[in-house]
């Protein structure tokens, strides 16, 4: 079955950079748009930033623009989400998902568990 | 950017009873709008898309409907195992915003 393995959570200072990955298997990472969605602690999902399969199109929530880079490898099966002047807000655990399509429509149909991040000092 | 709007944010139901669960877009998003649950812990779930497509495997006593801004998540008979948080996701345009989250409990 399709497989999303996150890594490269953990503590952060505010101002400091994070650079998350997201291992994908069984299935070709070539072929779907890719998605990061975080949620903080007590709090709802939030839809961080998707990249087209090729990366030629990136998009982004306006709270992480400018600070996040979402950028993939397909070579080497994986996406990456870079994180500059990270910030308290910023803590959540963030999940990796695939972007499926399907009658016209697009859905996440495979996430990962999540790694966490956690901005303090 | 388009808002996405749950009600109720929680609510507490009996094994068996219908429960409803609806979102609202602050535009016009025609059907695309995606339905997921959630437990602690765990990754979410897509149940539904496109408004009222049950994915494969997802048991029938949930179903979708809706289009244009106001749509509705309906679970026929709840079960144990329904205890989650369920959210809209709005598939339209980017950012592909989330409704807030209804908390179902059982009572």
């Known amino acids: 079955e399709v497989q999303l393995v996150e890594s490269g959570g953990g503590l952060v200072q505010p101002g400091g950079s994070l650079k998350l990955s997201c291992a994908a298997s069984?299935?070709?990472?070539?072929?779907?748009?890719m998605t990061w969605v975080r949620q903080a602690p007590g709090k709802g999902l939030e839809w961080v930033a998707n990249?087209?399969?090729?990366?030629?199109?990136?998009y982004y929530v306006d709270s992480v623009e400018g600070r996040f880079t979402i950028s993939r490898d397909n070579a080497k099966n994986s996406l990456y989400l870079l994180m500059n002047s990270l910030r308290a807000e910023d803590t959540a655990v963030y999940y990796c998902?695939?972007?499926?399509?399907?009658?016209?429509?697009?859905?996440?149909?495979?996430w990962g568990q999540g790694t966490l991040v956690t901005v303090s000092s | 950017d388009i808002q996405m709007t749950q009600s109720p944010s929680s609510l507490s139901a009996s094994v068996g009873d219908r429960v409803t669960i609806t979102c609202r877009a602050s535009q016009s998003i025609g059907t695309y709008l995606n339905w997921y649950q959630h437990k602690p812990g765990k990754a979410p779930k897509v149940l539904i898309y496109a408004a009222s497509t049950l994915l494969s495997g997802v048991p029938s006593r949930f179903s979708g409907s809706g289009s244009g801004t106001d749509f509705t998540l309906t679970i026929s008979s709840l079960q144990p195992e329904d205890f989650a948080t369920y959210y809209c996701?709005?598939?339209?345009?980017?950012?592909?915003?989330f409704g807030q989250g209804t908390k179902v409990e059982i009572k």
């Open positions: 998902a695939r972007r499926t399509y399907d009658s016209d429509s697009y859905f996440l149909d495979y």
């Open positions: 996701q709005q598939s339209d345009s980017p950012p592909q915003t």
């Open positions: 069984r299935f070709t990472l070539s072929s779907y748009w």
């Open positions: 990249i087209k399969q090729d990366g030629s199109e990136r």
